[in-house]
């Protein structure tokens, strides 16, 4: 039998891994957060001291990633997330690594992968594709909340700018852009708590099974 893949894309902060993680956990499948390997490498070519502008460097790096220790509490960090968005746009790079998502997503008995581009370029054939947004001044409001919530400092305007900076990289970069998948389902989460977009997602999911 083949695994079962639920393949969830959508902008920074848009509720993507909240969601994936109650998918994962209410359905007994296996998650990954693709963010997590793109930050994992870029922290580990910080870490060294090495160059973010050598592709087969980077590329190194990302091939000889370990999956199973990513934590997204020591890869947090703003930095990490501006250079792994920096590295992402590398193809030798995203080659690397997506081959290693696709081998998680075989995993038995069913697998979460969020990203950028789980349902158009890693898992295109996933059974369920959920395309997850919310506007970027909600978006910049929850990870505002979030920063406050954690003891930290922000300016609304500066995280609202840096959201802006996020998405136009991802959606504009000529490999993989962020985008979602003719046969996605859309999910915008502005104005919806996250129960009610968990609901909505089982919803669409039930009627997958
Ligand atoms: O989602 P997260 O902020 O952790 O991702 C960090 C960066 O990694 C994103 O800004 C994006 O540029 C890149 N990324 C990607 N493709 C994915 C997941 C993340 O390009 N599937």
Redesign the pocket.
Known sequence: TASFTIAIDGP?AAGKGTLSRLIAAHYGFHHLD???T??ATAKALLDAGLPLDDESVAETIARNLDLSGLDRATLARHEV?EA??RI?VMPAVRRALVEAQRRFAAKLPGTVLD????GTVVCPNAPVKLYVTASPEVRAKRRFDEIVAGGGSAVFDEVCADVKK?DE??MGRVDSPLRPADDAHLLDTSEMSIEAAFQAARDIIDGAL
């Open positions: 920074a693709t963010g997590l793109y930050r997330g792994a968005s992402a990203g950028r581009d789980i996020r990289r991802d």
